[in-house]
């Protein structure tokens, strides 16, 4: 019988020889594929995040600072859910493509923006596609590898993640000096197209035709409560009182329709987000690290830029070097987990070890002040990087490790939903703490033209907070830093919660073959000259045919797939599982 864990996959000719030589290739150039449509998402949140002054303060509004990334944010986390389902029923690969082409047209149409509320609409038209992005990765490398090998391959996807948020800001920052910004944008669309190119060419996977429909409804009930919540979040206690009508009919609205969900899931017959995937005590404590770390995480790629050039007179490229520590540590971390986790198959202690750390690295964050040196805030930097390396994949990893292959899509949906809405609530809550704090500060400093100055002062280029009186930007610099001593105070707080449920991890064996069992070669050592695609729709008929004659096909190569493993193992197609 075939072994579980692997599908035969008949590439094309030459004997068994050839194929073992061309199938690590194949799996490759798979994984490069991906990894490039990762990047649009990846590179798309670093580059404004490190270009967000000069946008503002381009087209105004510091009211509408956190709806940038908030739009795109809560579009993301609306869409993803409902990918993943469309993806597990009627097949991932068009799911996919068409993620990459709304990710593009929101892109090109951002870049056009004329006024601060079209570039808000466009970056929503952007988070629908990437909200496909993401899950469509996660859910294909699902598919693909089996848990105890894909400890290896997602620590590469970590790597190339941080990679990307290297040279997000460096791009981001040049592109921002010397272009300007609307090329933040449109340096997507280039690389949008080869990711196309290379899905299109290389990842065949089985066409599925689903009776069932779309929750609707819930995915109605969803995006509202969401919207809801997150607006709460953001106009509470700036632009409307926390106990104001608004507000509370707002809070109202979200809690009736989560509530309103949840009852629909257990009705729906396709659930956006089948209930009973909670039932696994690690895939519930994955998602609440998950969205601590989104929450964190993207609240430090938000301010620390925006101290660096205010308090320690960076300019654009120079604040996207200033984050190498965090970034760099994070890519070296997470390849170390990743490798470790194949080996051993342990990996409770990464939960444990990187929460530790992310509340760490907050804490020495919230520290610095306007005398705070570029040296010590880089080493700040690193041991949060440290803390996101070592919980960036592994909460993914474990997620999917902790349900059947029926689940994967609405599992990696799901964890990458979360953490999406812990990003969403981090922006707008340590936003408005932010933006507060820093109002109130510049009140206290510098008297009714603080108050006026504070109102713009996201606006504020290295120029004009140059042209300003001493008083007035002496008071500036303090209050950016007591801003963002606050806003990283609350998140080493909010980290705290993600130590205590790495504590009820509990270490489940990873599916699949670890390194001991004889594998295909590292794809790594293997170049993409005469890489075949990986056809997964022959591989599932080989797959059947081998479990039914009790034989594995004397020309096909075994290739580990997580999917494909459980289809070997009990005479299932792959087109049945993936």
């Known amino acids: 019988m075939a072994e579980s864990g692997t599908v035969a996959v008949d590439t094309g000719g030459g004997g068994a020889a050839a194929t073992k030589e061309r199938q690590p ?7 490069m594929a991906l990894m490039i449509a990762m990047l649009l998402a990846m590179l798309d949140n670093m580059i404004v995040g490190t270009a967000m002054p000069t946008i503002v303060g381009d087209l105004g509004g510091l009211e509408h600072l956190s709806w940038v990334v908030t739009a795109y944010t809560l579009a993301t986390a609306a869409s993803t859910p409902i990918w993943g389902k469309v993806g597990d029923m009627y097949g991932r690969k068009g799911a996919f493509l068409a993620s990459i082409v709304i990710f593009l047209i929101g892109s090109g149409l951002s870049g056009m923006a004329q006024d601060m509320n079209q570039l808000i609409a466009f970056r929503a038209i952007q988070g629908l596609g990437a909200g496909g992005l993401m899950v469509g990765v996660m859910a294909i490398i699902g598919d693909l590898i089996p848990p105890r090998e894909r400890g290896k391959y997602q620590g590469m996807m970590a790597g ?19 272009w300007g910004w609307r090329w933040s944008f449109y340096i997507n669309l280039p690389l949008g197209l080869v990711a196309l190119a290379m899905v299109t060419a290389v990842l065949h996977l089985p066409k599925k035709r689903s009776k069932g429909k779309i929750d609707y409804l819930g995915a109605a009930l969803l995006t509202v409560g969401i919207t809801s919540i997150v607006l709460v979040t953001t106009w509470g206690g700036s632009q409307y009182a926390w106990g104001s009508a ?24 396709e659930p956006i987000l089948p209930l009973h995937i909670f039932r696994s005590r690690n895939f519930t404590v994955m998602s609440l690290i998950g969205f601590i770390t989104g929450f964190v995480m993207f609240g430090a790629v938000l301010f620390l830029p925006l101290y660096q050039q205010t308090v320690q007179g960076a300019n654009a490229t120079n604040s996207g070097l200033l984050l190498l520590p965090m970034l760099l540590s994070m890519m070296v971390v997470s390849l170390v987990a990743g490798r470790v986790t194949t080996n051993t198959g342990k990996y409770k202690v990464f939960p444990l070890v990187g929460s530790v750390l992310m509340v760490a690295g907050l804490f020495l964050l919230a520290q610095m002040d306007t005398e705070t040196t570029r040296l010590t805030s880089g080493l700040y930097m690193a041991v949060l990087g440290a803390g996101m390396g070592c919980l960036m994949q592994i909460t993914m990893l474990v997620a999917q490790n902790s349900v059947e292959m029926k689940d994967m ?60 009186p001493d008083v007035v930007r002496d008071a500036y610099l303090h209050a950016v830093s007591a801003g963002t001593h606050s806003a990283f105070l609350l998140g ?17 064996p990873l599916r699949g073959a670890g390194p001991a069992k004889e594998a295909p070669s590292s794809p790594e050592a293997a170049g993409p000259a005469d890489a075949q695609p990986v056809d997964m729709a022959k591989a599932g008929t080989a797959t059947a045919d081998a479990a039914a004659n009790g034989t594995a096909t004397a020309d096909a190569k075994p290739v580990e797939g997580g999917a494909a493993g459980d289809a070997a193992a009990d005479g299932r197609t792959v087109s049945e599982t993936v």
Not at 25 to 30: A, G, L, N, P, T
Not at 246 to 254: H, K, N, R, S
């Open 25 to 31: 290739r194949s799996v490759r150039v798979v994984l």
């Open 160 to 178: 190339v993640m941080a990679l990307a948020m290297i040279g997000g800001p460096l791009v981001g920052g040049a592109i921002t000096d010397n």
């Open 246 to 269: 608004v507000i509370m009919e707002l809070a109202a609205i979200g809690v009736a329709a989560l509530v309103g969900f949840l009852f629909v899931q257990t009705k729906a017959a």
């Open 409 to 468: 899509g609405v599992a990696s949906s799901s964890t990458t939903l979360f953490r999406t809405l812990g990003s969403s609530f981090g922006v707008a809550i340590m936003g408005a703490l932010f933006n507060n704090r820093v109002q109130d500060v510049m009140a206290e400093r510098a008297g009714a033209m603080g108050g006026k100055v504070a109102e713009h002062s996201t606006q504020l280029t290295a120029d004009g907070l140059a042209n300003l």
């Open 492 to 508: 080493s707080i909010i980290a705290v919660l993600a130590l205590v449920a790495a504590v009820f991890v509990k270490e489940v």
